[in-house]
């Protein structure tokens, strides 16, 4: 079936490290979404994605959708503490919202 | 602010009892209303889609009968689980989609807060 990977599963930096997480489906996407999730609370939208090889840019947060429409990036630049979550992927493809499996981020102490 | 509401944000319940959810759109009418569970330190699973005035799409492996969804309004969908068992402890999570111009297909999900049952 379809598939979104996304990697990696948890990523620790220092604070004012950059952090980055990746997805590719398995099939091409109409279009892929970004959201946050913190420690205990629920998924918040992001941001969406729908051109080949569009980027956006959220102040310190850069997507980047590939020109192939199969793979996505958000890198974070300078993470801070209120960076901390997991960040999910998902990709709309046949009407279908398939999920990543979620990249945690944690600031090392 | 919040646009979907759920309720209640945490429920413990005794094995072989009922328990319903309750999910809002807020200020936009939510025709369709997705169910998510997610286990602890995992991703989102889509258990079904509630479809105001129609039948619930569910995904393979979701049980009907025990996962029972109505969608009796634009605004309000619920989730009962039926005969609960300790391995349905879980967060339950809804989600509607609001339209929004910029995005006029695929809309974001706006997501409840969650309810975490612990099934006893």
């Known amino acids: 079936g379809q598939q979104v990977m996304q990697i990696p599963q948890y990523q620790h930096v220092q604070e004012g490290e950059d952090f980055t997480t990746y997805c590719n489906s398995s099939?091409?996407?109409?279009?892929i979404q970004w959201y946050k999730q913190r420690p205990g609370g629920h998924p918040v939208f992001l941001i969406q994605l729908v051109k080949s090889g569009e980027v956006k840019k959220q102040k310190r947060l850069t997507f980047q959708f590939g020109e192939a429409k199969k793979n996505s990036s958000l890198h974070i630049t300078a993470t801070q503490t209120t960076d901390v979550g997991t960040y999910f992927c998902a990709g709309n493809s046949n009407y279908q919202l398939i999920w990543g499996a979620g990249t945690k981020l944690i600031i090392k102490p | 602010g919040a646009v979907v509401s759920q309720h209640p944000s945490w429920v413990i319940c005794k094995s072989g009892t009922s328990v319903k959810i309750e999910c809002r759109s807020l200020d936009f009418q939510a025709t369709t209303m997705f169910w998510y569970r997610q286990f602890p330190k995992q991703s989102l699973m889509l258990m079904a889609t509630?479809?105001?005035?129609?039948?619930?799409?569910?995904e393979q492996g979701v049980e009907k009968d025990k996962f029972l969804i109505n969608h009796a309004s634009l605004t309000l969908s619920t989730l009962t689980v039926t005969s609960a068992h300790p391995e349905d402890s879980s967060f339950y999570i809804c989600?509607?989609?609001?339209?929004?111009?910029?995005?006029?297909?695929?809309?974001?999900?706006?997501f409840g807060n969650g309810t975490r049952l612990t099934v006893t």
């Open positions: 099939t091409t996407l109409s279009n």
């Open positions: 989600s509607a989609s609001r339209l929004y111009r910029d995005y006029p297909s695929h809309s974001p999900l706006h």
């Open positions: 509630s479809n105001e005035g129609s039948k619930a799409t569910y």
